[in-house]
């Protein structure tokens, strides 16, 4: 006696059908869970941006020279753009550099973000900006965050709002 076990043409073409069914229904779950992570991961970088932001305006408060006063520089860090399906690791070193610590900042959990403070001029033309990329699906395609401030006529942090290219470039 065989040990082979016969199938119906009908369960042969029926499970298949089945099956592609089954994953056809899938899809506007995996698109809804792609704008969950966009919508998950957007927020990582608003607060990121903020607390960075905060740290300038900090940092120019405590300020003694005003006339002479540059914002700090920092990062590109980390030194790559991390894929967003893989967060880069907590690692407190990245953040030891000058920059970031004058700011007080830095990042104690998983992140998507490679975050960076560019600085130009000095005194009452000093302006500065927060730059975050992102790879969220991990595609090469980066989205980019900026938030720009200047030193207003009278001496205080003028800063824009957060603008980005790409924010939800996941597919």
Not at 7 to 36: F, I
Request: net charge positive.
């Amino acid at each position: 006696m065989s040990s082979q076990v016969k199938r119906s043409p009908v369960v042969l073409l029926v499970v298949p059908l089945v099956g592609a069914a089954l994953g056809l229904s899938a899809c506007p779950k995996m698109k809804k869970r792609s704008e969950y992570n966009a919508m998950l991961w957007t927020a990582e970088v608003n607060e990121n941006v903020e607390r960075i932001y905060q740290g300038l305006a900090r940092h120019r408060a405590r300020a003694k020279d005003k006339a002479g006063y540059r914002f700090p520089s920092a990062g590109p860090t980390p030194a790559h753009v991390p894929c967003g399906k893989r967060p880069h690791p907590p690692d407190p070193k990245l953040w030891q550099a000058e920059g970031w610590r004058a700011l007080g900042f830095s990042i104690g959990e998983k992140f998507r973000y490679q975050y960076q403070v560019i600085s130009v001029g000095v005194g009452p033309k000093a302006r500065f900006v927060i730059r975050a990329h992102a790879d969220l699906d991990c595609d090469g395609i980066y989205s980019t965050y900026e938030r720009k401030g200047t030193i207003g006529s009278r001496g205080k942090l003028v800063d824009g709002l957060l603008d980005w290219d790409k924010a939800k470039e996941l597919e």
